[in-house]
Structures are given as C-alpha cells and as structure tokens.
C-alpha cells in the first residue's frame, strides 16, 4: 500500500495551493489515475479533489465560440445541442471512446491528461522511459502492434490513446490552464503534448501544480463539415489502430481549409499539415483524399509489427475525407 494524502480542494485557489505540493495530482473523474495507481504505475504522495470546483458548464459565447470546463463529464459533452450541431467530430469521437459506463465519469480535463495505454508502461516489471526516466523502453524490440509510427524515438514509441484530443487537435482547441503562481495562460491544443524525444516522462507543457480549468473551441469555417473516423479491433471499448479527425471548408468544388489530425499512430494528437496540403486548393475528390492520406504518412517510420499502421492510417485519412466529402 503507497501511503497518500486526499485534499478536497472548495475553489481553484486552494486546488492549486494544494497541488504544489511535490507529488500531488489532481483526482476528476478518476478513471485513469485510480486504475494506473491500482497497477502502481503511478504513485503520488497526495491527491487534490477538484470534483467540486465550478469547472462543469459548456458555455456557448455570442461570438459562435464554445468554452467547455475542465469538469465536463464525456457524455454530457458528446450530447450537448450546441456540440451536435457544430462540432460532429467532437461528438463523435467522445461516442467512440471507452464505454458508456466510463464516459459517464470521464471528464474533459482528465481526458486531456491521459496516459498511453502501452503495455509495457502499464506492466510495473518492464522496463519504461515514460515511468522510470533512464530505464528503457521495452517496446524496442519488442511487441509492437499497437505502437506508434508518427513521433516516436529511441525512447519511447508508445501511442497516446485519446479519441477527443484528435478531434480538438483538428478544430483549433485551446487549452485553458491556471498556473501554482496565480497565472492564467492559452495553450493551442496543437502545442499542448510533447513528442518524447529524450524525455518521454515529459507529456505536456504543464507545470507542477497547473491546473487545467477550460478547453476552448474557436469559430471556425470548418468545424460544422467534420468527422472522425475510428479503427479498432472491435466495435466498442477498444482504442484505436488508427483513427484521423478531418475538418473541410469546400467552395465550388475546391477544397480552401482543411485540418487533418491523426489518432491511434503516433505519441501524441498528430496534426498533419503534410496532408491539409495536400488538400488545399485541391478539388474534393477521391484522388485528393488518398494523395493527402499518403502525404500524411510519408515521414512514418514502422518498428515490427506495427508497419500495417501506415497504409491503414493513409486508408482511414481517405475514408474520413470521403464521408465529410459526401455532406459538403
């Protein structure tokens, strides 16, 4: 048993005050760091409970700019009117994601925030960068199929394992965090994880003791021509081999925006701009979308058994663009 403190945090200022305190997380939904503490994966000296803090609203602005706090609940956020109706690829990516039952206790922020579902990261026996800074990465040699072909290094090439963060990486998300010194910043959600490199414990931009309050999602040309598009082993509560969020501005036949971000083959929410363009200026057609499909893996590098991943994710690019495709 790993001995640790439980703060019910009443308001953000103590949340963080809490939270400065070496080794303490912050607690949600808990579906993710309760059940990594469970195979003492991670072991925090403290935990704040932010479960409280007022951080639960979609907040649609005048401007047609949605704010969505940290403590939104998956489901609640995936059948909200206003994300319905303007942001499909939201919608359905957090619909694709775990299961009901989990999704009812999932929150956007922790979401955000989640951690790889490698098996080797997850196994507290095998030797893990991301868990133990120094100690390997198992991977390397080792059982590859679901691992990363986009981002990867030397140490680590383990996936990021989140449906929303691929849609929020393609609609311009913002993330809205509240620093331990009181500051208040925007991340663009593009900027917000971290390749591994030689740091794979390293998994964001934020600091210790910030706190993610909102993510924020601009007006955009583009978001209401949207979709996300998942492949997996199974129909439900499996994640993904290869997933691609893709959002389309198309006039007259010519494709004028687009966003192209990848999910399931790389280590972190990949935007590609090899793709989008390859989209631009393009006219919307079937030829377009596979040439963007093979634009975004042209740098993808495969280790082992996970070489399928590139021709399915270029497949997967091409089938998302297909559908919106349809409906432009």
């Given at each position: 048993m790993q001995p640790f403190t439980y703060t019910r945090a009443p308001d953000e200022d103590r949340a963080v005050a809490a939270a400065r305190e070496a080794g303490a997380h912050y607690l949600a939904g808990?579906?993710?760091?309760?059940?990594?503490?469970?195979?003492?994966?991670?072991?925090?000296?403290g935990l704040v409970d932010i479960s409280r803090l007022p951080l639960g609203l979609v907040e649609p602005h005048t401007d047609g700019s949605v704010r969505i706090g940290a403590m939104v609940r998956n489901s609640d956020l995936a059948h909200h009117p206003v994300i319905t109706e303007r942001y499909p690829a939201l919608r359905q990516a957090l619909l694709s994601g775990a299961s009901p039952q989990l999704r009812n206790m999932a929150t956007v922020g922790g979401n955000v925030l989640q951690r790889t579902r490698c098996s080797y990261f997850r196994d507290a026996a095998s030797?893990?960068?991301?868990?133990?800074?120094?100690?390997?990465?198992a991977a390397q040699g080792g059982y590859t199929r679901m691992h990363a072909v986009l981002g990867g290094s030397e140490h680590c090439i383990a996936v990021h394992p989140s449906d929303m963060c691929v849609a929020l990486v393609a609609l311009d998300a913002v993330v809205q965090s509240r620093m331990a010194n009181g500051t208040r910043r925007s991340t663009p959600f593009e900027s917000f994880h971290s390749v591994p490199g030689d740091t794979p414990h390293v998994e964001t931009i934020l600091q210790p003791g910030e706190l993610i309050t909102h993510v924020d999602l601009p007006v955009s040309p583009f978001a209401a021509h949207s979709r996300y598009v998942k492949v997996r082993d199974r129909a439900s509560y499996a994640f993904a081999l290869s997933s691609a969020a893709v959002a389309l501005e198309v006039q007259n036949g010519t494709i004028r925006s687009a966003r192209v971000a990848l999910g399931g083959v790389a280590t972190k929410p990949w935007r590609s701009r090899e793709a989008e363009r390859a989209l631009i200026g393009r006219p919307a057609t079937i030829d377009t979308y596979r040439s963007a499909g093979a634009a975004a893996m042209s740098h993808a590098v495969a280790r082992g058994q996970n070489e399928f991943k590139i021709a399915l994710a270029a497949r997967t690019i091409a089938r998302a663009l297909q559908e919106i495709g349809r409906g432009t």
């Open positions: 808990g579906t993710s760091l309760v059940d990594l503490m469970r195979l003492d994966v991670m072991r925090p000296t030797p893990c960068n991301k868990r133990q800074p120094g100690a390997g990465c």
